[in-house]
C-alpha cells in the first residue's frame, strides 16, 4: 500500500510540478550538457537523501523512518519504497525539487531519467541476492547491497543510499565528517536498536 501511494499518488504529483517550473524542452541542451545534467542530479539527490536519511536515525525524527526498518530480517525489493509519505517526500522527493531549483532549467526528462535510475538502484540495493556479488563489483564510490544490508541489520551506519556513497566521501575529510556528526547529534542520539 505504501509503495502504491508513494509511486501512484505523491511522484506523479511532484513530477508535474517539478517538471512544469524547472525544465525546458531537451532541444536546448547538447548531449554532453544532458549528462552533465542527470549526473548533477542523482548527486544532488544523493546528498540530500543522506541528510535526511541519517537524521531520521536519530531518536526525534526515527518515527518517519521506523516502518521501513521492519524490513531488518527479510530484506526484499519491495522493501525498497516500503516507507511512510513523510519520508518519501522528504528523503525521495524534495531532494529532486533542490535539484530542480538549484541546476534550472534543466532537460525535459532528466528528472525522469535519474529518477528511473536512482528507483532501480533502490531496488537493487534492496536485492538479498546480489549482497555478496555487490560487495565484489560495485564500486568504491557506490552504494552496495552489502553496504545497506549491512544499515538495515544495525542502523547506526552506512546511510547513504541508493547511489553516491556519502558516508565514504566524509571519510575523506575527517573534519567533515565530524562535522556532520555534530550536525546530526542536534537532532538527538542516533537509533542503535531494532525497530520493534
Same mark, same amino acid.
Given at each position: 500500500?505504501?509503495?502504491?501511494?508513494?509511486?501512484? #499518488? $505523491?511522484?506523479?504529483?511532484?513530477?508535474?510540478?517539478?517538471?512544469?517550473?524547472?525544465?525546458?524542452?531537451?532541444?536546448?541542451?547538447?548531449?554532453?550538457?544532458?549528462?552533465?545534467?542527470?549526473?548533477?542530479?542523482?548527486? +544532488?539527490?544523493?546528498?540530500?537523501?543522506?541528510?535526511?536519511?541519517?537524521? #531520521?536515525?536519530?531518536?526525534?525524527? &526515527?518515527?518517519?523512518?521506523?516502518?521501513?526498518?521492519? *524490513?531488518?530480517?527479510?530484506?526484499?525489493?519491495?522493501?525498497?519504497?516500503?516507507?511512510?509519505?513523510?519520508?518519501?517526500? *522528504?528523503? &525521495?522527493?524534495?531532494? @529532486?525539487?533542490?535539484?530542480?531549483? $538549484? #541546476?534550472?532549467?534543466?532537460?525535459?526528462?532528466?528528472?525522469?531519467?535519474?529518477?528511473?535510475?536512482?528507483?532501480? +538502484?533502490?531496488?537493487?540495493?534492496?536485492?538479498?541476492? $546480489?549482497?555478496?556479488?555487490?560487495?565484489?563489483?560495485?564500486?568504491? +564510490?557506490?552504494?552496495?547491497?552489502?553496504?545497506?544490508?549491512?544499515?538495515?541489520? %544495525?542502523?547506526?551506519?552506512?546511510?547513504?543510499?541508493?547511489? +553516491?556513497?556519502?558516508?565514504?566521501?566524509?571519510? /575523506?575529510?575527517?573534519?567533515?565528517?565530524?562535522?556532520?556528526?555534530? /550536525? *546530526?547529534?542536534? @537532532?538527538? %542520539?542516533?537509533?542503535?536498536?531494532?525497530?520493534?
Amino acid at each position: 500500500l505504501y509503495n502504491v501511494v508513494n509511486h501512484c #499518488m $505523491l511522484a506523479p504529483i511532484v513530477y508535474a510540478v517539478g517538471v512544469r517550473l524547472f525544465a525546458s524542452p531537451s532541444i536546448q541542451f547538447t548531449p554532453a550538457e544532458r549528462v552533465l545534467h542527470y549526473a548533477s542530479c542523482v548527486a +544532488i539527490h544523493s546528498a540530500g537523501y543522506y541528510c535526511t536519511h541519517r537524521a #531520521m536515525h536519530t531518536k526525534t525524527l &526515527y518515527w518517519a523512518h521506523k516502518y521501513h526498518h521492519r *524490513f531488518n530480517v527479510h530484506i526484499c525489493p519491495i522493501a525498497a519504497s516500503a516507507v511512510t509519505q513523510v519520508e518519501y517526500m *522528504f528523503a &525521495y522527493l524534495i531532494p @529532486f525539487i533542490i535539484a530542480g531549483v $538549484l #541546476m534550472q532549467p534543466v532537460p525535459m526528462e532528466t528528472i525522469a531519467v535519474a529518477g528511473l535510475a536512482i528507483g532501480h +538502484i533502490n531496488n537493487l540495493i534492496h536485492t538479498p541476492w $546480489l549482497e555478496s556479488l555487490s560487495h565484489r563489483v560495485v564500486p568504491w +564510490i557506490g552504494v552496495s547491497t552489502a553496504d545497506h544490508f549491512d544499515h538495515h541489520r %544495525k542502523l547506526t551506519t552506512n546511510y547513504a543510499a541508493p547511489t +553516491i556513497n556519502v558516508d565514504r566521501l566524509l571519510k /575523506l575529510a575527517p573534519p567533515l565528517e565530524r562535522a556532520a556528526s555534530r /550536525l *546530526f547529534a542536534a @537532532f538527538g %542520539k542516533p537509533v542503535a536498536c531494532s525497530s520493534k
